[in-house]
């Protein structure tokens, strides 16, 4: 069975510290990568996709792929409470085939 | 200007009944799909449709049977409702899905399911 792990948290940061998210899959063909947010009671939203190895910045959101260790990670900087949600890892196995984490549950507190 | 739409919101049910969920999506998207969300907010693939034809069907119950008329709409029909049915189901539809591993999938508002 192809595998999506994360951490389930609960994480807790303090409002303006950095909070990283991380996740492993075990699929060496996946081909891309994306992290979706989830407030409670609404549908994911895509935060960010990477499909190479290395980091990849989007305002205060930063991804990083390192496809060897087969990781992959969601670095918030200037974290706010707006932020507090969970957060879940897909990986796309190819012809449609994504594949969620069981989702890591962020806490900003002010 | 909803892009993924679901109806209905909120469906609570006996046992044993049977019940489907609509799907719409005016993104003019090819592919189309189903998810469950369980209490564990462990999200599953259940069936992928592109341009109406069944591209992925997991391993789920044959009581589950997706339909899809054309390719803005994917139907879910669910017979004889167990308990371990309850769940949020929610439809998302990517621009191509086949071929294109790199695309978004936008993903509908859920159906929250309640089988009592």
């Known amino acids: 069975q192809k595998e999506v792990e994360q951490n389930s948290g609960p994480l807790s940061v303090p409002e303006g510290a950095i909070a990283s998210l991380n996740c492993t899959y075990s699929?060496?063909?996946?081909?891309?990568f994306f992290w979706y947010r989830q407030y409670s009671g609404k549908s994911p939203e895509l935060i960010m996709s990477?499909?190479?190895?290395g980091d990849k910045e989007d305002g205060r959101f930063t991804a990083q792929l390192n496809k060897a260790s087969q990781y992959v990670s969601l670095l918030i900087r200037d974290s706010q409470p707006s932020d507090s949600a969970t957060y879940l890892c897909a990986v796309n196995e190819g012809n449609n085939d994504m594949r969620f984490g069981a989702g890591t549950r962020l806490t900003v507190k002010p | 200007d909803t892009a993924v739409s679901q109806t209905p919101k909120y469906l609570v049910t006996q046992m044993g009944n049977d019940k489907s969920i609509k799907c719409e999506q005016n993104?003019?998207?090819?592919?189309m799909y189903w998810y469950k969300q369980d209490s564990k907010k462990f999200l599953k693939i259940m069936f992928s449709?592109?341009?109406?034809?069944?591209?992925i069907n997991e391993t789920v119950p044959n009581r589950f049977s997706p339909k899809s008329p054309d390719k803005a709409h994917l139907n879910l029909h669910i017979n004889s409702l167990e308990l371990g049915d309850s769940a949020v189901y929610f439809c998302?539809?990517?621009?191509?899905?086949?071929?294109?591993?790199?695309?978004?999938?936008?993903f509908g508002p859920g159906t929250r399911l309640l089988v009592l």
């Open positions: 699929d060496r063909g996946s081909q891309s």
């Open positions: 449709y592109n341009n109406k034809e069944l591209i």
């Open positions: 998302a539809s990517s621009p191509r899905g086949a071929g294109a591993p790199w695309e978004t999938q936008y």
């Open positions: 993104l003019g998207h090819d592919t």
């Open positions: 990477i499909y190479s190895n």
